[in-house]
């Protein structure tokens, strides 16, 4: 509750009074989704049309002092209003009703974060006007209004901005804070004359304040939902141009502003390619992207006013790397993206988040591919898709529509099936429908709901109404049922041509209840005797049999890998395809070693079988085909997975150097320096090769880099900006005291975003468990921002491999976690570190403390990390032995293990 009395001198001036009167920007649309049947918790009995909220953050008090006046529509006779409202407190509310004015008593209840009034009339069907004053909080995480400090030049600055998906709105101003009540929303809000204000729309009118305050007025938003409303106030610097009749402006806080030329130039092209694409123009005058230093998730898709942490929106031509490029290209296209999929067209409620998250996920690798096709886009989001489907296997997952009952469960939806499954489902369903046809539905669906809230139904409505196919029936079990399935193939030669069968069962990892499931999978299949050409088979029952022209070269069932499925091959045709595999396009060897250690993980395959076929692909110097291979931080992929499986054991050192074996020739044919000429891709696969082989223990290349570390702390220019990474973390896995503490001061120096966290990331990766200590005190003060602290943390846990020495610190200061990280970050947290863990009774030891000592709705999350656990701790007993014993086999045949000498695991 407040602790500061209401009667703040800062209540007295009703401004609102100059707001009264200004154009409406926009058209009114009516909503085509019948909101009395949308779930949520506020009555729909009233509604709001329109808002004038007064806003006067108060940065030493950490209060936001307001007025509001809310223009609500009675559609239902009631005398009972109930809005959202969180830490709140509100005075001298009152209705409008006729020609007089009612005052109301404010009833709130916190377990609903709703505020009530009682009316002593009965409000018949109409328009009504209620108002307040009220005093709401600013907090120092990113849930509504909250403060950002930083560090500018030696001098301590502040930022203040909302945050607001999904319900947080409401810890800023009383409103309904449910998607499906569009409104209006014009916002004023009082300033430092020195502050830049922003909001969704461009400034009305600006009005001095004194002799150093301002009051800034913001033209009306089109209707939106209030999660997309925007405030941002600090001293800002920008970039700006203009691209079809829309003012751009790439924001940051002081000094940093050329570093947003990347994004600018990005922006230009997205929004006059989505504006093409989508067929309904960018719908505001102006589209601003705010780069803050820390604090935010990621990027934040407000309206007209994109947040971003620094590291998503920031390029510096000299220190970044070509990964950042990419991932800053991606986040832009993602965010702008919602600026139709999200703001213009909102899901009615959250059990549809897909409509925007899948949407925007898809269209963002869409527009990445179409303007960098050397980036080979889809090709790489195969890690993605691959974290999907881990998830997707297990007893955890859910259907990508899923029940949502409140903001707590909706949270919780902004997962990797509403994000990545959601994203590869569309794909596959696009290659289905044909590209052409495709996008007519979505325009169709744009056009149809624009300025309004949707249901799934109405995306399918729109594909029908444009394809004139019954796109439901055929596609909807991929959104209404969990997982996803298995596609057996076994082939016959008969008369010269092929008769290939197919068979589904769901695909499941460990003991899933094996419910009778099936989908419509149109599955592409082709062969090496021919591999530029395609067929589809549309398997639309468990089993069926396809003609396939010719019995020449091996069968591969998922063409291009765009299938949101596993295949299994009978043992004869996978022997055919690995004898061929060097025939086969990027993306389907890719696929046939991402789909053998899935079944290795399942029980379908002798673990054997993969390292034979990671034999056949020896000579591949397919970058993604290997980055798949090796996996991510462990959620996926085989080989850093099987490494930290094999910790503590005696065979990890063998492993180790067989793994080098393979890495090592790539490396020494393509040289540690960049060549003028190379491109992009083996770049990229430079660094990870020498990342790989560092943390894989190779003496050679850990030499290597710490010379060039030495070089480079004298002169940076020395080390390409691709290189920085992963010589800078193989230095800090293996750093002495002293390199130790040079990594630190030049985390401390670190310019901008990304060079920080490369050296948070190089501490985190210590092995030296006296470093992780220090490690930890270091992202526990005040010197490391929270959000950098969170993903280093993670870091240490597990590139660091030190779960344990995190999860003993975290769970023994449980309130200061929660005091830096929130909540809802502290309890991702912690499961994210637990997921380090390998070994079934950590499993049962993480399910406890979640009971004793956390709220229910933080246990969702604790049970897919203990979940996670108790497989691995399973496959263990069930791989490495024959693992061990298939690397003995081969013994003195890996042929490099004199350049792979392991180096002793202790620091340098
Ligand atoms: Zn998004």
């Known amino acids: ?241 203009e691209v079809a009749g829309v003012k751009l402006r790439i924001m940051t806080t002081t000094g940093k502003k050329e570093f947003g030329r990347y994004a600018l130039e990005a922006t230009k092209k997205l929004l006059e390619y989505y504006n093409d694409y989508f067929s309904v123009p960018y719908p505001l005058p102006k589209l601003d992207q705010l780069a803050f230093p820390s604090g935010f998730g990621s990027a934040m898709e407000n309206w007209g006013g994109i947040t971003y942490n620094e590291d998503a929106l920031l390029f510096d031509p000299v220190t970044s790397s070509e990964a950042t490029r990419q991932k800053i290209f991606s986040v832009i296209a993602h965010e702008i993206a919602h600026q139709w999929f999200g703001d213009l067209v909102t899901m009615a409620w959250w059990n549809d988040l897909w409509l925007n998250e899948g949407f925007a996920s898809w269209m963002e690798r869409k527009a990445a591919d179409h303007f960098n096709p050397e980036w080979k886009v889809w090709l790489h989001a195969a890690i993605q898709k691959e974290r999907a489907m881990a998830f997707d296997a297990r007893k955890i997952t859910h259907p990508i529509q899923q029940p949502v009952a409140d903001e707590d469960q909706a949270k919780s939806a902004f997962d990797v099936i509403t994000y990545q499954k959601a994203c590869f489902f569309l794909r596959m369903l696009e290659n289905f429908l044909g590209e052409e046809a495709f996008r007519s539905g979505i325009r169709a669906y744009l056009a149809a709901h624009q300025y309004a809230n949707t249901t799934t139904e109405d995306f399918w409505e729109s594909l029908e109404l444009v394809t004139g196919k019954p796109i439901k029936k055929i596609v909807s079990g991929w959104t209404e049922q969990p997982g996803f399935p298995l596609i057996k193939v076994t082939t016959q030669c008969l008369g010269g041509n092929r008769i290939i069968s197919l068979e589904q069962i769901p695909f499941v990892l460990a003991d899933r209840d094996n419910r009778p499931t099936q989908w419509t999978v149109p599955v592409g299949v082709r062969s090496t005797a021919n591999p530029s050409e395609v067929k589809y088979a549309l398997l639309e029952k468990l089993s069926n049999n396809f003609d396939f022209p010719g019995c020449a070269g091996a069968i591969q069932a998922n063409a291009g890998n765009i299938g949101f499925f596993r295949v299994l091959y009978e043992p004869a045709l996978f022997n055919d395809l690995q004898n061929n595999v060097e025939k086969l396009p990027e993306s389907d060897r890719l696929s046939l070693v991402t789909d053998t250690w899935a079944l290795v993980e399942s029980g379908n395959t002798a673990v054997s079988l993969y390292f034979d076929l990671l034999e056949n692909l020896r000579r591949d110097d397919s970058f993604a085909v290997w980055q798949s291979a090796l996996g991510e931080q462990e959620t996926t992929g085989a080989l850093k997975l099987i490494d930290r499986l094999e910790e503590g054991r005696a065979g ?257």
């Open 1 to 241: 509750m407040l602790t500061d009395p209401l009667e703040s001198s800062l209540m007295r001036k009703p401004i609102a009074l100059l707001l009264i009167g200004l154009a409406a920007t926009a058209s009114h649309a009516e909503n085509k989704v019948d909101i009395f049947t949308t779930p949520g918790k506020l009555p729909k009995d009233i509604v709001p049309r329109s808002y004038q909220i007064y806003l006067e953050p108060n940065i030493e008090a950490l209060v936001t002092d307001g007025f509001e006046s809310i223009e609500i529509e009675v559609l239902k006779p009631t005398d009972h209003i109930v809005l959202n409202a969180v830490d709140t407190e509100i005075v001298a509310a009152k209705i409008a009703i006729s020609n007089h004015k009612e005052e109301l008593t404010p009833q709130f209840d916190s377990n609903q974060q709703t505020v009530s009034f009682e009316s002593h009339n009965i409000l018949e069907p109409g328009l009504y006007t209620l108002s307040f004053k009220f005093q709401s909080r600013i907090g120092e995480q990113p849930h509504g209004l909250f403060i950002q400090h930083y560090d500018s030049n030696g001098t301590l600055e502040h930022l203040l901005a909302t945050d607001m998906e999904p319900g947080d709105a409401r810890r800023v101003f009383p409103c309904w804070d449910e998607p499906v009540f569009r409104a209006i929303f014009q916002l004023s809000v009082k300033a430092k004359k020195e502050n830049t204000v922003v909001s969704n729309m461009p400034v009305f009118v600006e009005v001095s304040f004194g002799a150093d305050e301002k009051i800034v007025i913001f033209e009306k938003t089109p209707p939106m939902a209030s999660y997309l409303a925007l405030l941002a106030c600090g001293k800002l610097e920008w970039l700006e141009d």
């Open 652 to 908: 990890r050192e063998t492993y180790q150097q067989y793994i080098c074996s393979l890495f090592n020739p790539k490396l020494q044919k393509l040289g540690w320096d960049e060549k003028s000429g190379e491109d992009i891709e083996t770049h990229r696969f430079r660094a990870m090769l020498i990342e790989t082989l560092g943390f894989f223990g190779d003496r050679v290349v850990i030499d290597e880099s710490f010379k060039r570390f030495e070089k480079f702390r004298d002169d940076a220019s020395s080390l390409a900006p691709n290189l920085r990474s992963p010589v800078t973390v193989i230095v800090g896995r293996y750093s002495s005291r002293t390199v130790y503490d040079e990594l630190l001061s030049m985390a401390e120096k670190a310019r901008i975003v990304e060079e920080r966290r490369t050296y948070l990331r190089a501490l985190s990766a210590a092995l030296d468990p006296e470093l992780a200590h220090r490690t930890l005190e270091y992202l526990m003060s005040d010197h490391v921002m929270p959000g950098d602290a969170c993903r280093a943390l993670e870091d240490l846990a597990t590139e660091g491999e030190h779960p344990a020495i995190v999860w003993e610190f975290a769970t023994a200061h449980l309130n200061e976690m929660e005091q830096r990280f929130g909540l809802f970050r502290r309890n991702r947290l912690l499961s994210s570190i637990a997921a380090g863990f390998m070994d079934a009774p950590q499993a049962d030891a993480l399910i406890a403390f979640a009971r004793s000592y956390l709220a229910p709705v933080a246990l969702r999350e604790f049970e897919d990390s203990a979940d996670l656990i108790r497989f691995r701790a399973k496959l263990k007993v069930k791989t490495l032995p024959a693992i061990d014993e298939w690397i003995k086999m081969k013994g003195d045949g890996a042929p490099s293990k004199a350049e792979a000498k392991s180096v002793d695991r202790h620091s340098r």
